[in-house]
């Protein structure tokens, strides 16, 4: 099955300053790569996501990268703010089978510090 | 915005005891999902549902596992007989459909004592 690494588990950066983390994974068939974000004691949330027929997408100051051949993504983010802060996990699952089955990485604690 | 919500968000139980998770999926969702975090690991699948029966699941979904839509709002977990290494979050998760977006609830902390 699928295995997810991701690196490093926790990020300090001074605000305004970028933080990239960044993932691989296993399982050349995986196409859907989500970043979820998700503040102590609040639901994952959707931050961004890409698919394996992109190799990058921006949305304001994040930005997510791909690349298929060396099976690893990562997660930029620039300009960086304390409301940032929070546990970024990354995901990967394949269209096979009858749902999507995501598999997560371990998590990144990012701090902003101001 | 429309959100997953799950009860208890809290719920400590003695070991052997059934517990039943509660979830709310997004309403014009069809596809539902529960996943589990056990403390400093992973999130792990556990369970994908869809028309009324399971549609994918982990090997960590054995036996003691079941899950239900017994009515047209409510999504739960089962557990039979909770042992110590149960002890974790449950997310539940809904999508619109098989490829779209899953949104995540905020969770329900299992203790198994």
């Known amino acids: 099955g699928e295995n997810v690494e991701q690196h490093p588990s926790t990020l300090s950066v001074q605000e305004g300053d970028s933080a990239v983390i960044k993932c691989t994974y296993s399982d050349s068939a995986s196409n859907y790569f989500p970043w979820y974000k998700q503040e102590l004691g609040k639901r994952p949330q959707l931050i961004i996501d890409i698919r394996s027929n992109v190799g990058e997408k921006k949305d304001q100051r994040i930005a997510v990268t791909l690349n298929k051949t060396a099976k690893h993504f990562s997660l930029h983010i620039t300009e960086t703010q304390p409301e940032d802060s929070a546990v970024y996990f990354c995901?990967?699952?394949?269209?096979?089978?009858?749902?999507?089955?995501?598999?997560f990485g371990s998590g990144t604690q990012l701090t902003v510090l101001p | 915005e429309p959100e997953v919500t799950q009860t208890p968000s809290h719920q400590v139980t003695q070991m052997g005891q059934e517990v039943i998770l509660r979830c709310v999926p997004i309403s014009n969702h069809l596809y539902f999902y529960w996943y589990r975090q056990i403390l400093g690991q992973k999130v792990e699948f556990l369970v994908s549902?869809?028309?009324?029966?399971?549609?994918?699941k982990s090997e960590i979904f054995d036996d003691q596992f079941s899950v239900e839509r017994p009515d047209g709002s409510n999504f739960t977990l089962k557990i039979r007989s909770t042992k110590l290494e149960d002890s974790a979050m449950y997310f539940c998760?809904?999508?619109?459909?098989?490829?779209?977006?899953?949104?995540f609830g905020e969770g329900s902390w299992l203790t198994v004592v």
């Open positions: 998760a809904s999508s619109a459909g098989p490829w779209t977006t899953i949104y």
């Open positions: 995901a990967a699952s394949s269209s096979s089978g009858s749902a999507r089955q995501l598999t």
């Open positions: 549902f869809y028309n009324n029966e399971i549609s994918e």
